[in-house]
């Protein structure tokens, strides 16, 4: 990224963006000192649902945020033991840190704590893989969140979205391929899909159109780098807390 920007080209980077927050910050300067677009693939944030709830939260139509909650479940393990370590964090829950700030607009995480472990390939544990995980999050306007990841989703992709405020809530994310509701004697009854392949593919596309859009206009990215050290930050304490074995402050 570093000499992308020196050579000034705009840059997309997936997620992670950086490993360590030293690499993060001297990502983000250096595309601060040459002026270009920094984004990072953060899709929920493009999903016409995220992207409304986040809207809805900061119109005040919930009031105030007090438990928000993210989950990232795939659909099949492939490799554990080609995966890199702390995988879960900075890959995977990575996307639902990103999610839980992107809902409570303006907060910052200040404590983390974890419960991890290798419940589907138990023997990779001794290397440091992880598949299964639930992080609680506690956030500098009170907020309190839940950020959870599983490597073995049967039924597909599962990515959902929730945020409970003082007036309401907002949910985002499920398996319906439409808002289609049966009422038979059989019982209630819905149409689902497996999401494999389609998931989330609008906001795909949507976050590729805005890069371009920034690089043309000079906007900054509603996926910045800044979004991106403050997900890794948190992914970060995450390893601190399930080594250490207790809540971590950041």
Known sequence: MISAARAGKGIFCEKPMAITLDEADRAIAAAADARVALQVGFNRRFAKSFRTAHLDVLAGRIGTPQLLRSLTRDPALNNPANSPQWVIFLETLIHDF???????????????????????????????????????IRFDNGAIATAEAN??????YDVRGEVFGSAGMLTMGGVQESDLLRYLAQGIQADTQRLDTDLLRDAYVAELNHFVDCLRSGA????????????????????????QGQAVAL
């Open 151 to 156: 490597f073995q989703a049967v039924y597909g």
């Open 220 to 243: 900054k990215p509603l996926a910045s780098g800044e979004d991106a050290r403050a997900a890794l930050a948190i992914a970060r304490a995450c390893i601190a807390s399930y080594e």
């Open 98 to 136: 990103d999610t839980l700030r992107y809902l409570n607009p303006g907060a910052e995480a200040v404590q983390v704590h974890v419960m991890a472990d290798a419940l589907i390939a138990p023997a990779y544990k001794s290397q440091g893989f992880l598949d299964t995980a639930v992080v609680t």
